[in-house]
Nanobody, 112 residues
Framework: QVQLVESGGGLVQPGGSLRLSCVAS????????MGWYRQAPGKERELVAT???????NYADSVKGRFAISRDNAKKMVFLQMNSLKPEDTAVYYC??????WGQGTQVTVSS
């Protein structure tokens, strides 16, 4: 059983920053691609960023240059540094391992 737990969400003003964290636990053998997705009210879940076991990153066009994904393999953690936040970044952010295991999500609200 694999569990993912996100933290770091909250309310921030436009232009502000947040750092999301996700820790994986359970029966994990090896290092796999991890990522962040988000889902806004009334919209489908969408990719935000992924990072491979080798550290190769991929970003949605909407967050390129503003968000940065990173990982700490020893701690089984993945992070999402979000800068220059916009109201349209408001969503529940989910951490995923191999797109098989998912966290419960953390709310990010960007509003003045």
């Amino acid at each position: 059983q694999v569990q993912l737990v996100e933290s770091g969400g909250g309310l921030v003003q436009p232009g502000g920053s947040l750092r999301l964290s996700c820790v994986a636990s359970g029966s994990i053998s090896g290092i796999y691609t991890m990522g962040w997705y988000r889902q806004a009210p009334g919209k489908e879940r969408e990719l935000v960023a992924t990072i491979s076991s080798a550290g190769t990153t991929n970003y949605a066009d909407s967050v390129k240059g503003r968000f940065a994904i990173s990982r700490d393999n020893a701690k089984k953690m993945v992070f999402l540094q979000m800068n220059s936040l916009k109201p349209e970044d408001t969503a529940v952010y989910y951490c995923t391992l191999r797109n098989v295991y998912w966290g419960q999500g953390t709310q990010v609200t960007v509003s003045s």
